[in-house]
């Protein structure tokens, strides 16, 4: 009888006497018995308890100095171990779509929490924001970065909305509808032209012409109005000549400091320093939206007029048009 015929019977004999049979084949082994699932590596999520409250503005920086805008969150953490964090915290403004703004000074320094160490509290980190041209931020995002003792590292990010509560929200509707910086008079021949393309009044108490002369470096400040803009109307900002503009067009106000004739830019901004439109008219100018316009320096019949709707960039939204058409607050209706 061969092996395997000797093999078999054996197997008929124990299955007939009701035995359980464990066959080794082929020098195999056993079935290894279950094992216990890993445990996930700890993150600084299972150590910190973070959340976030709404936020909201700090300040928005004067007439006269470069604009900007500080916004702030607030937070609660607690440090619950094992060992000591240090932790720092950053704070990104985003913008309606989601949009993360470029900001600066939103870092705090760091700081090591002991285990039951926490901290509560709004205004640090502060946001510092230098650009006007986007629209302003309607959440922020706070990033908490931890490093523990025994060499754990993380992050955990939190959003949560901002609310300005110090300040009324930023008008729209206002825009700057058509300006020269010099005209058959000379420099004492320009303006700048405001128009209300909204369909509701809008009240300009101590707003201002910020110019940026991209020589010197400086700022100039010139109030000039308080009053309210019925929508579909202009308002004429002219020279301080009585004689106004030589289009023999009444200005609405007079100022007494050159707008334009120099200035590498300038700005319509409301009486909190927050900017309303500017234009740009060299690399370097501070105000600006996109691509920035060629100055117009010689004693011409001509000026930059807009030609639709605000797409925040002067070069799309100005052409040059001659001769100049300013028109004051009696003049009402689209253009």
């Given at each position: 009888m061969t092996a395997h015929a000797t093999t078999r019977a054996r197997l008929r004999a124990?299955?007939?006497?009701?035995?359980?049979?464990?066959?080794?084949?082929?020098?195999?082994?056993?079935?290894?018995?279950?094992?216990?699932?890993?445990?996930?590596?700890?993150?600084?999520?299972?150590?910190?308890?973070?959340?976030?409250e709404p936020g909201g503005v700090v300040n928005y920086r004067g007439i006269g100095l470069a604009p900007a805008v500080s916004y702030y969150g607030c937070y609660e953490f607690r440090n619950d171990g094992p060992g000591s964090a240090t932790i720092?915290?950053?704070?990104?403004?985003?913008?309606?779509?989601?949009?993360?703004y470029p900001v600066a000074a939103n870092t705090t320094a760091p700081v090591t929490f002991s285990v039951g160490g926490n901290s509560l509290g709004c205004g640090s980190p502060t946001a510092i924001d230098f650009d006007m041209v986007h629209p302003?931020?309607?959440?922020?995002?706070?990033?908490?970065?931890?490093?523990?003792?025994?060499?754990?590292?993380?992050?955990?990010?939190?959003?949560?909305?901002?609310?300005?509560?110090?300040?009324?929200?930023?008008?729209?509707?206002?825009?700057?509808?058509?300006?020269?910086?010099r005209g058959p008079r000379g420099a004492e021949?320009?303006?700048?032209?405001?128009?209300?393309?909204?369909?509701?009044?809008?009240?300009?108490?101590?707003?201002?012409?910020?110019?940026?002369?991209?020589?010197?470096?400086?700022?100039t400040a010139a109030r000039t109005f308080n009053g309210t803009l019925g929508p579909g109307c202009h308002y004429l900002i002219?020279?301080?000549?009585?004689?106004?503009?030589?289009?023999?067009?009444?200005?609405?106000?007079?100022?007494?400091?050159s707008l334009l004739d120099k200035a590498g830019g300038f700005a319509l901004r409301d009486r909190f320093g927050r900017v309303i439109d500017q234009v740009g008219l060299a690399p370097e100018s501070v105000f600006r939206e996109?691509?920035?316009?060629?100055?117009?320096?010689?004693?011409?019949?001509?000026?930059?007029?807009?030609?639709g709707a605000d797409t925040n960039d002067n070069a799309r939204d100005f052409v040059v048009v001659s001769p100049s058409r300013?028109?004051?607050?009696?003049?009402?209706g689209p253009g």
């Open positions: 124990v299955m007939a006497g009701g035995s359980t049979l464990f066959v080794l084949c082929c020098g195999g082994s056993s079935p290894a018995a279950p094992s216990t699932p890993a445990r996930p590596p700890a993150s600084v999520s299972d150590r910190i308890r973070f959340r976030t720092t915290l950053t704070l990104t403004p985003l913008g309606p779509d989601g949009t993360a302003e931020p309607t959440r922020y995002r706070l990033r908490l970065d931890a490093t523990f003792t025994d060499g754990l590292s993380g992050a955990i990010e939190k959003e949560d909305v901002l609310e300005s509560t110090l300040y009324p929200p930023k008008v729209t509707g206002i825009v700057i509808s058509e300006f020269r910086q021949d320009q303006f700048i032209e405001l128009h209300n393309v909204s369909s509701s009044p809008v009240a300009m108490s101590e707003w201002s012409i910020d110019t940026w002369d991209s020589r010197t470096l400086v700022f002219g020279p301080a000549s009585p004689s106004g503009v030589s289009e023999r067009v009444q200005n609405d106000t007079r100022v007494t400091v996109g691509q920035l316009l060629t100055p117009l320096l010689t004693d011409t019949n001509r000026s930059y007029a807009r030609t300013p028109e004051n607050s009696t003049m009402c």
